[in-house]
């Protein structure tokens, strides 16, 4: 998941309904009064326990809304993303650097990974006649001449499942065990690169989510040969995943399919043919087990067990009989140290913005409330139900829920939520009035002994009227740090913001500071500075080129810019501007921070050559140095160079742009090749 259309979600967000599923086969019909049901989208108020006779009607009614809508499995697919911003970084100097990550201590996946020794890298999928490959490839790394030698190449079989989407480095207090792969299957891989709209001449089937995850363990500790040593597939589809010490959680979403239902014919019966349709379609349903409707996960290729039980998913505390709902999430905790699968947590609700602290995991998912009138673009009336579970030995357990006004937004919406001192924070978007976006602030607490998150404080508000943000600006990025938020928006000018946090009952709009271009991803660098990437911007708003900034934070109420650093012109790129892991950082000492992103740039060719404009791709090396002597500075420090492509290999170098830096060594990692290059050793 790049993650801003990285991690793919399901999103038809109908809540429960209660009511039994006793059926006769000739009778069945007559009970099911289609034209009474409806989709129940989500509502604010707490969860409760689903008894298995509620879980079976909810799940039933969903297959039967869908008939009744004419849709199918491909219309209840949407992609969105689950992205989340970094914590700060290390503090001691020296060593090297790890993922990029929203909160210290909670590891996130990537293609890339480094434990100081060895480079994993996952290649991207090559496509040839002959079919799809992808492979595991590891580098050892020698830091003082800053070179990568490839150690091993292990192909996998693409058979059933595509490239490797995650990686996660599974240790114990001396070295590297395992590395932990995940994967799709190429089923779902090919049905969400599929745009399918429902026609009545055309209807496609639904599609199984059958063994659509794969977990995957491989003994490193001979790097130089590969062994699996374990695997897990779950039913559904992957949308996010954290690991904290060797325990992995999943997020994954499943919608219920009968295979043989008939999406062509629905439930008209203005015909015969329809008509018996109809009746074999609601057959299927009435007589399918429960059991075959939700998902299943399968240890080693042994039997398939159930991930939940008919009686362990969670739903709205008000449910109807009449609605249903074909959306199942499930949190699944996995222990990569025993190899057991621990438990599985199930919610009937949609997914915009997943956030996970060293304590709890959040799950924001967003909806608007004029569903059954159609939608009013005049009047939008949007908001966000955010559930709690805390993490817990034996792996995940529900707390509370709340709502807020507003939704969680089209960019990376997880950087837009944040845990401290037990209160979460969370920035939304009212769109409402979809040429002025109205931003929002609000400060959520536990109420003790209910599970209900209550907002405790909001901005703008009467004591703090000021508007985050200018008429018809929108968000691009936000950033919390401890009692500090900052929030980037932008039209045509970038304006800054920061939040004042520390009285989580009372927060303010602090400062703020308007320079051209915007900002996409914001770092803090300790308390006293702010690192930006983004994009410079002329004065009518069109993007002239990558840009690189540093901020004085000390005066939260006069953010001032120390510089900013601009590569090439319109038509530069880095991949670090949407997926944050993409963005490399090492504290070298108490005085200086190194940083590294790829970036392809665009240098443009002479106004009289009809030739293409030149493109570069590299590795920007930049320090901030001056960190204790009060006198910050962005400083460009080179750039590591892609070496030419060899021969049927240009198809790698599309992906897996990442930077490592260990010591004084700076890697790049393209495609499927390392290069590096030794730091400069001298001040700018």
Not at 68 to 74: A, V
Not at 152 to 178: C, F, K, M, P, R
Not at 221 to 226: M, Q, T, V
Not at 556 to 578: C, Q, R
């Amino acid at each position: 998941m790049n993650f801003t259309l990285r991690y793919l979600l399901l999103c038809l967000p109908l809540a429960a309904c209660g009511g039994g599923s006793t059926h006769d086969s000739d009778t069945n019909t007559k009970k099911a009064d289609y034209s009474q049901l409806s989709e129940q989208h989500l509502e604010p108020g707490s969860l409760r326990q689903a008894s298995a006779t509620e879980l079976e009607q909810l799940l039933k009614n969903g297959l039967r809304v869908s008939l009744k809508n004419n849709q199918n499995f491909d219309t209840l697919v949407r992609a969105a993303s689950v992205n989340n911003t970094a914590d700060d970084v290390k503090t001691e100097a020296g060593g090297h650097s790890i993922t990029n990550v929203q909160v210290q201590g909670v590891d996130e996946a990537d293609s890339v990974k480094y434990d100081g020794h060895y480079i994993y890298l996952a290649t991207p999928t090559l496509f040839t006649d002959t079919g799809a490959t992808t492979s595991i490839k590891i580098f050892a790394t020698d830091t003082a001449t800053a070179k990568a030698t490839e150690v091993s190449t292990t192909n996998l079989d693409t058979t059933y499942w595509g490239d490797i989407s995650e990686l996660y480095l599974v240790s114990n207090e001396q070295a590297t065990t395992s590395l932990a792969t995940l994967r799709r299957s190429w089923n779902y891989i090919a049905l969400m690169n599929t745009d399918v709209r429902v026609a009545d001449s055309s209807i496609w089937w639904p599609h199984s989510m059958k063994q659509g995850i794969d977990i995957r363990l491989y003994d490193v500790r001979s790097p130089a040969s590969l062994s699996k040593s374990w695997s897990l597939s779950i039913d559904g589809n992957l949308l996010s995943s954290r690991k904290i010490g060797n325990k992995l959680y999943i997020v994954s979403s499943f919608i219920p399919s009968i295979e043989t239902l008939d999406y062509s014919d629905g439930t008209d019966s203005s015909n015969a043919a329809k008509s018996d349709a109809r009746i074999r379609n609601e057959n299927l349903i009435a007589d399918t087990r429960i059991e075959k409707l939700l998902p299943e996960y399968v240890i080693n290729d042994g039997n398939p067990q159930p991930l939940i039980s008919s009686s362990g998913c969670l739903i709205p505390v008000h449910t109807d009989k009449n609605q249903g709902s074909l959306n199942i999430i499930n949190i699944t905790t996995v222990d990569l140290n025993t190899q057991q699968l621990l438990n599985s947590e199930c919610i009937s609700s949609n997914v915009d913005g997943i956030y996970t602290s060293l304590n709890n995991v959040y799950l924001g998912g967003s909806d608007h409330t004029n569903w059954n009138d159609g939608i009013d673009w005049n009047d939008w009336k949007s908001f966000t139900l955010i559930h709690k579970f805390a993490l817990v030995d034996s792996g995940v357990t529900y707390q509370a829920s709340g709502s807020v006004e507003g939704i969680l937004g089209w960019n990376q919406p997880s950087f837009r939520m944040d845990e401290y001192n037990d209160y979460l924070r969370i920035v939304t978007t009212d769109y409402g009035n979809f040429t002025e976006p109205k931003h929002l602030l609000n400060v959520l607490h536990k109420v003790t002994g209910r599970s209900e998150l209550e907002v405790v404080a909001h901005l703008p508000n009467a004591a703090h009227p000021e508007p985050i943000g200018k008429p018809k600006e929108d968000i691009y990025s936000v950033r919390f740090h401890g009692a500090k938020a900052y929030v980037v928006t932008f039209e045509r000018k970038d304006p800054l913001y920061v939040l004042d946090l520390a009285t989580a009952t009372d927060p303010k709009l602090a400062g703020r500071l308007e320079i051209p271009g915007f900002a996409t991803y914001l770092h803090p660098v300790g308390e006293n500075y702010l690192f930006s990437l983004g994009m410079e911007t002329d004065t009518n708003g069109l993007q002239t080129g990558v840009k690189a900034s540093l901020y004085d934070i000390r005066d939260m109420t006069k953010p001032t810019l120390i510089n900013a650093i601009v590569f090439g012109n319109s038509g530069s790129w880095s991949s670090a501007l949407y997926d944050y892991r993409a963005i490399s950082f090492l504290q070298a000492s108490n005085d200086q921070l190194r940083i590294a992103f790829p970036m392809t740039e665009i240098i443009e060719a002479n106004p009289t050559d009809l030739l293409i404009n030149e493109t570069h791709p590299g590795l920007k090396l930049f320090e901030i140095n001056g960190l204790t002597q009060h006198a910050a500075s962005l400083d460009f420090a080179g750039e590591v160079i892609d070496e030419p492509a060899a021969s049927g290999d240009s198809i790698f170098r599309n992906g897996n742009e990442r930077g490592i830096l260990h010591d004084n060594a700076a890697f790049y990692v393209h495609g499927a090749t390392v290069n590096g290059k030794k730091w400069r050793m001298t001040a700018p």
